[in-house]
């Protein structure tokens, strides 16, 4: 019986990263299920939940990968999630609508924290987030993908950050997946648009 | 719009996008509602509305909420009421309109279609007294909007009836004289609609629409301006051409938009979805005006020599946008110069760079006839007549649908300024060259032939 690990690996990015990491899943028998990477200032990160036979131990795990990528100085940590603090409140699932919110404009401290407090009273999670900063120009632009429970107002969501931002000059915009989906996909439009 | 610049470019042309549904309107099927008892017509016509359109209002800002596309206007048609109607006096016309306006208020629609007839080979009784019926109809409800289809290619122009609308026109605009004529802004003159054009003003529920059928309207101005904003400055000398690629990518991008919020309305109503027109009619947000095309397109101002090419232009890029975004865009695309809706177009009225003869060219260079344009209280039917006569003309000879909606301001004259509230704005009163010579051909009266 396979058992689930969830891990991240944080490396230098550099040609070969990805590869050494693959030989060590496939030299420890894993398979993954779940990932997403990222790179961030020249470092390479990477989260991934990975199914391994129930006779790895987690350490064996993080200390293999760990010199199969020590060239690249591999940060890892592995997690069971059965025995992980913090997910027992977890209610999961209700039906969510997807959206990406997308923020642009002068950079300024405090953004994220606002959007973060804001998007929780409404119980939103923040499911995928990218930004950057243009160094000479000091402006960002910020794109988020939300999950948002069934009954949020998103035109008025939207406003209410409008408003909020607006005398930094600070532009927002929220829009449906599917919107996002019939603007940059030529297939029908309406007939099946369940995007998961 | 460079789609290939990576995410973060693509999602930053995306995200600026002024994405909004101009109009839905939800076309109601009363035709099984036509009874000889008078009260039991009106009573149907009542409930059948409230039952189909009772939760439009509110299944439109869910759905608005939802997509985070707002819907601006709510709108009803049912189908024609002359058919629903037989045999009715104009007083009890005015009745059945006052129903029509009772329901629309009580779902929260912001119009009305429906109160119309189609006299393009000639009038029954009971057109003839819902056309009589207009003035009264139209001064007493609100919501209501009128429409007399007078002409189409393959059947003519029905001259006596346009004399006949065209005195009921001004009967109107009298009895409204305290609200300078508005009852008269409510009533097109259609021509070539025998299908039932679901986006014109006033239109019907036309033949083969089923029972419950929701159309979705898109205001296209603004996202068609933002789109030739972004191409000035990455290329300011760009082609026609490479405009008009612009043009038709923005018309795609509206047109997806609006058919994605359409048919979620339309599945959450259990209605059949039914078209999406593109017509490039004004809002009333600054800049949503065709207007406001031409100057980043090189036109300094709307009347200037090249503003019918621009227009043609416009209405080409835009018809094959639409065409390639959806197969429910029909083939309704128009340029509607609403000049009482249109703050740009009034505007350049003011300042003289917008006469009627210009309004007329512009009519047969891709703008659909004339419209909420006001002209002086004291014009003659006979004048009236002959220009409704000339834009259905204008619309039979080159088969294209035609609507022209005559704004009679009475104790007006031209070059003054006059100002509505609502949707309505201000606007300069019009002249007309050559007004009180057509008396004669009208009174001739008859139909004109089918164009061959």
């Given amino acids: 019986m396979p058992k689930l690990y969830i891990m991240t690996v944080l490396a230098a990015n550099r040609t070969g990263i990805l590869a050494a990491l693959a030989n060590a899943l496939d030299e420890l028998g894993g398979n993954l299920r779940d990932v997403s990477q990222a790179v961030v200032h020249q470092f390479f990160a990477m989260i991934m939940a990975a199914e391994f036979p129930d006779d790895q131990s987690p350490e064996v795990i993080a200390d293999h990968i760990g010199a199969v990528c020590r060239a690249f100085g591999a940060n890892v940590t592995v997690v069971d999630p059965t025995l992980a603090l913090g997910m027992e409140g977890n209610t999961e699932p209700t039906h969510k609508e997807r959206y990406v919110l997308t923020l642009a404009g002068r950079d300024r401290p405090g953004i994220l924290r606002f959007l973060a407090h804001r998007l929780a009273l409404d119980g939103i999670d923040l499911v995928d987030l990218q930004g950057r900063l243009q160094d000479s120009t000091q402006t960002f632009l910020s794109a988020m993908e939300l999950a948002v429970p069934r009954g949020v107002d998103a035109l008025q969501l939207c406003d209410e950050l409008r408003h909020e931002f607006q005398s930094d000059g600070i532009t927002v915009s929220l829009q449906h997946r599917r919107v996002i989906a019939a603007l940059a996909h030529p297939e029908p439009v309406g007939f099946n648009t369940a995007i998961p | 719009m460079v789609p290939n610049k990576g995410f973060f470019s693509a999602l930053q042309q995306i995200r600026q996008l002024p994405l909004d549904v101009r109009t839905v309107t939800l076309g109601i099927n009363i035709a099984d509602c036509a009874d000889r008892n008078f009260h039991k017509l009106c009573d149907g016509i009542y409930q059948r509305i409230i039952a189909k359109a009772g939760r439009m209002n509110a299944v439109c800002g869910e759905v608005a909420s939802l997509m985070g596309v707002p819907v601006l206007q709510r709108r009803l048609c049912v189908t024609p009421i002359d058919r629903v109607a037989q045999g009715l006096s104009a007083n009890d016309f005015v009745n059945v309109a006052k129903t029509l306006d009772g329901a629309a208020a009580n779902v929260h629609a912001d119009r009305i279609g429906g109160y119309a007839t189609d006299v393009q080979h000639g009038m029954s009784q009971s057109a003839k007294q819902l056309i009589l019926s207009l003035p009264a109809a139209l001064t007493q409800t609100e919501r209501v909007r009128a429409a007399v289809h007078v002409g ?78 972004q191409q000035s400055l990455e290329n300011p000398r760009a082609r026609l051409d490479e405009l008009a690629s612009v043009i038709q990518t923005a018309v795609f991008q509206a047109t997806r938009a609006a058919e994605l919020v359409g048919r979620e309305i339309a599945e959450r109503l259990g209605a059949e979805f039914g078209s999406i027109d593109v017509t490039l009619a004004p809002t009333q947000r600054p800049g949503d005006s065709v207007v406001d095309l031409l100057p980043a397109m090189g036109i300094e101002r709307i009347g200037a020599p090249g503003t019918a090419t621009a227009l043609a232009m416009i209405q080409s890029a835009v018809r094959a946008g639409a065409a390639f975004a959806s197969c429910a865009t029909g083939g309704y695309s128009r340029i509607m110069l609403s000049v009482l809706e249109d703050a740009s177009l009034a505007a350049a009225t003011q300042s003289g760079t917008l006469t009627f003869d210009q309004l007329c060219m512009a009519a047969n260079s891709g703008a659909n006839g004339l419209d909420l344009v006001c002209i002086p209280g004291d014009t003659d039917v ?63 009266g008859g139909r004109l032939p089918p164009i061959r």
């Fill in chain 2, 152 to 229: 189409s290619s393959e059947n003519g122009v029905n001259m006596e009836a346009i004399a006949l609308v065209a005195a009921m026109l001004k009967e109107a605009a009298e009895a409204t004289a305290h609200r300078q004529g508005d009852a008269a802004a409510k009533l097109a003159v259609l021509a070539n609609d025998s299908t039932g054009h679901p986006h014109l003003t006033g239109t019907a529920l036309g033949d083969g629409w089923g029972d419950l059928v929701v159309h979705v309207g898109i205001g296209a101005a603004a996202i068609i301006r933002h789109a030739l904003e």
């Fill in chain 2, 382 to 444: 006979a004048t009236l007549s002959a220009i409704i006569a000339d834009q259905v003309s204008f619309a039979v000879l080159n088969h294209r649908p035609a609507v022209v909606r005559l704004v009679v301001v009475p104790g007006k004259q031209a070059g003054d300024l006059v100002s509505y509230g609502g949707m309505k704005g201000s606007a300069l009163i019009l002249p007309i060259r050559g007004a009180g010579l057509s008396e004669k051909f009208i009174q001739r």
